[in-house]
């Protein structure tokens, strides 16, 4: 890198050395993991420093394709490869004659759509975004194979984001997957990340729980308390742990750095209990008999971890179960009227749903995991009975009503449940509890699942809409006229006359 350059930058703040060219593969592998849309990663060193290696490493790992056909771009200039995740757009500057040339060939606009790897960088002068990455490869000179990276950036969130990925495969380093294969796997709606890990034809899924609760702002961390969401990855530990001892089938835990927010554990797959979208029956009664064979035992509300810690199920409490459903009136009511729910309409909310979380306070109440939907329902074809149904995302699990679980799952909210269907699956679940005891009261736990298919539509309501507006997850306002409709369904069963006079007055 020029001295020029070199003053202009601040100081490396990460210096790593790589021994030869699978670490320098690995290495581009972990880059990989943390680039997005906008990113700029500028790669400076002499001819023969590695550029190109990490170059082609990284978009390879980025399009999951080991054998893709990358050339190098030195006398296009420019090479754009449009991926799943993030299109990346691979630049040599080596031939650029003016910097302004730059401009000519759209970087900003290909940075609208994607992330741009830059070789030579030097020859562009100032016209790389300020918020770049750049790394320096260097030879060294006691050892032909080996190099020296160093991370330069203005950016402050660079380190963060350099540390938080090396630290993954730093974790990596100590389990049966050091040499693995990273690649990014969809995750859910909250803050944690999910990635894949392969190697020696196994495959095992990473989640990265990047928070503690206390460094998240002030009213995300109430939030999260209020309504009993988990702290840490402790309670994946401890919650999984305890549903395979009981005979459930959940994801073994591989390795865990609890404390750095890690957990590598074993893949079950990625079916799930629907189909090209549709729903498939069989696959539900077999969901259906996970949550009889759950509800049909005792579950303790204090487990112990392997180091001697205890982990404690919360209890969810009718003020929990407000403060969820109220995210309609933070989020759903705003987005349909253009005005936040007035007063009047926030108390007679609180009001109502206290008088019916009150007229189901004698259900039955045991572990809810609280997200029991096509999702999280990981379908394993080859197994029988109540194994056919791998169970994940539970790290949320309380003890409440058990009717929340099977309303989350009759009326799934990323797949359009018949009225028909979800007869069936009610029917098929309170045949199996009579089945458990003839003394299953079908009227208590008929309306709890009345109120609570009620409660959760509506929290969802205002989840989504968040998502959209607040994450910039447009794509689940799709689901709202599901909801909606579920919603109607759900208010026009008995015992529920209170609850659907107030949404017929004050529901947008």
Same mark, same amino acid.
Request: aromatic fraction near 8%.
């Given at each position: ?21 699978? *670490?320098?593969?690995?290495?581009? +592998? ?88 830059? *070789?030579?960088?030097? +020859? ?179 487990? *112990? ?33 253009? +005005? ?10 609180? /009001? ?23 999702? +999280? ?80 539509? /509506? ?50």
């Amino acid at each position: 890198m020029s001295d020029h350059l070199l003053r202009q930058l601040p100081e490396t703040f990460r210096t790593i050395t790589v021994e030869n060219e699978a *670490e320098t593969q690995r290495l581009a +592998n972990d880059l990989s993991m943390v680039l997005g849309r906008g990113d700029t990663v500028c790669l400076s060193g002499d001819l023969g420093a590695g550029k190109s290696t990490l170059s082609r490493a990284l978009i390879r790992s980025l399009a999951g394709d080991p054998d893709l056909e990358v050339p190098s771009p030195t006398f296009t200039l420019v090479q754009t490869y449009d991926l799943d995740r993030v299109s990346i757009s691979h630049f040599d500057l080596y031939r650029l004659e003016e910097p302004e040339e730059l401009e000519e060939l759209g970087l900003d606009d290909l940075l609208g759509e994607g992330a741009a790897l830059i *070789e030579w960088p030097e +020859n562009a002068a100032d016209l790389l975004p300020e918020a770049a990455l750049w790394i320096q490869i260097s030879a060294l000179d006691d050892d032909p194979e080996r190099r020296r990276v160093d991370f330069y950036s203005k950016e402050p969130a660079w380190p963060d984001r350099i540390a938080q990925s090396l630290e993954v495969r730093s974790f990596l380093s100590r389990t049966d997957f050091s040499q693995g294969e990273r690649h990014f796997l969809a995750g859910d709606a909250s803050l944690r990340t999910f990635e894949t890990v392969s190697s020696d034809d196994v495959t095992a899924v990473l989640m990265r729980w990047p928070f503690q609760a206390d460094t998240l702002p002030t009213t995300v961390r109430d939030y999260m308390r209020r309504v009993h969401l988990a702290q840490d990855c402790r309670s994946v530990v401890a919650i999984g742990s305890e549903l395979r001892a009981r005979g459930f089938i959940a994801p073994e835990i591989l390795a865990a750095s609890v404390e750095n927010g890690l957990i590598l554990s074993g893949n079950l797959g990625s079916d799930t209990v629907v189909v090209s979208g549709a729903p498939m029956e069989e696959r539900y009664v077999a969901a259906v008999e996970v949550l009889a064979k759950l509800h049909g035992q005792a579950w303790p509300q204090t487990l *112990e971890l392997a180091d001697g810690s205890e982990y404690t199920i919360p209890a969810y409490s009718a003020d929990a179960l407000i403060a969820e459903a109220s995210l309609f009136l933070d989020w759903y009511v705003p987005e349909a009227t253009g +005005n936040p729910a007035d007063a009047e309409t926030v108390q007679s909310f609180e /009001t109502v749903w206290k008088q019916a979380l009150e007229r189901i306070s004698t259900a039955q109440t045991g572990w809810v995991l609280r997200d029991f939907h096509s999702p +999280n329902l990981l379908w394993q074809e080859d197994a029988t009975g109540t194994d056919r149904i791998g169970l994940i995302d539970f790290q949320d699990t309380v003890y409440g009503p058990v009717a929340y679980d099977v309303a989350s799952l009759l009326l799934d909210a990323r797949t359009d449940m018949s009225r028909e269907l979800e007869t069936r699956l009610f029917e098929a679940y309170v045949a199996l509890r009579r089945r458990q005891s003839p003394d299953f009261d079908l009227a208590g736990f008929s309306q709890a699942y009345a109120v609570m298919a009620a409660q959760r539509i /509506t929290k969802i309501l205002g989840i989504f809409v968040r998502l959209a507006r607040r994450d910039n997850k447009p794509a689940y306002l799709s689901h709202l006229p599901r909801m909606l409709g579920y919603l109607d369904r759900v208010l026009e069963r008995p015992d529920m006359s209170d609850l659907n006079t107030w949404y017929a007055r004050y529901r947008p």
